[in-house]
């Protein structure tokens, strides 16, 4: 347990270096911006907590009685919309500080900028941080996730949790700290002024992005541009605590494909629902090549490798190919069928995909990785497994060895 908190711990403050931390970086640096340094260490207490209760405390009971956090997410991006613009423009600001009412009170605690403003504000606008976060995770969290959903919260799971948030949040207090140290060295105070309203600006524009859902392509525009095995190297971290590689294996494109076999592939199960497919089952495929490819519409490694599966579909789906991407969600906006609907209509992805909310799926194939590839030969057994990005000539390699092979007779 201790060194799964010290994995769990260091892949938290290496998210610093993943696209999905771009959103939080302009959030946490524009509500730190105004009030005192106290406001900084209650956005960081906000952002931790609120993140262990949705991925572990909460998520029993929201898959329970099939909630979802898209309202919640709607509401604190409208809040942090809302102070960033108490930054950009200041007569709003000085508004909420002067009225009397009990709604501009409690505004006054959120949106107050004077040096004296403290932890409160800062704890309810972490806490806004947090809800709008959508993390990459590695093994760890993808683990603990998974079983606060079918199993409820555990101790260990919140630990572990908590150690991977108090992680992320490291870096974030340090991003918080230099930004309100740059504005503080810009000199005179009307400079400053401006500087404030500029982050209030980046802020409400960041908002805007999570609101409308833009933030996630923006992400996924800036994995494109990391090298090669960035996004792998970082996940592997966390494999390193159960001696797990999550990742490419790299190699020379004309490289010999070696084939293992590793057992019979599960049956699919739990699966409340199909997209683009009337249900299917293994047991159907036999003769065929399937790519079960578990996957979810908010992950950003997810939406980096989806332009490779879909070429491989359309390249190779009339040799045999059969791609089924089992969408089993990471939090909670990620488990109401109309968000995935739209995120696949969005992507124009056209292979079958199959909802599994309940981890069932998930947990047959004991799989702890998002995004992650069983490659499964005509006779239903898998020959071949990689999780994460990379290694792409290396998996359609791994397609075309599988579909060359003789197919088995089937009675």
Known sequence: ???????????????ILSPCILPVIPLVVGTASGGSSRRLIGIVVGFAGTFVAVTVLLAA??????LTTDRLRLLSALLLLLFGATLAIPPMGRWFETRSSVPARVGGVLFDTRPGSGVLGGIVLGGAIGVVWAPCVG???AAVIATAVTAGPTPEAAAIALAYAAGAALPLLLVG?????????????????RAVQLFGALMMATAVLIATGFDVPLQAAVAGTLPDGWSTALTAVEGGASGEQSGATGGDAEAHV?????????????????????????????????????WTFGCINCIHVQPYVKAWYDEYADDG???VGVHTPELSFEREIGNVRAAVAKAD?????????????WHAYQNRYWPAFYFIDKTGRIRHTHFGEGDYDGSERVIRALLAEEPPSIP
């Open 258 to 294: 070696t084939l293992e076999d590793l057992g019979p592939a599960p049956e699919l199960s739990g699966i409340t629902a199909w997209i683009n497919s009337e249900p299917i089952t293994l047991a159907s495929l036999r003769g065929k090549v399937v790519l079960v490819h578990f």
């Open 139 to 141: 093994p760890i969290m």
């Open 61 to 66: 009971a929201l898959a329970a009685t099939g």
């Open 177 to 193: 700290r230099l930004g309100r140290r740059a504005i503080d060295a810009i000199g005179r105070p009307e400079r400053r002024a």
């Open 349 to 361: 992805v056209r292979f079958p995909v199959a909802l599994d909310p309940d981890f069932a799926t």
């Open 1 to 15: 347990m201790p060194l799964v908190l010290i994995f769990a711990f260091v892949a938290g403050i290496l998210t």
């Open 321 to 323: 190919l059969v791609v």
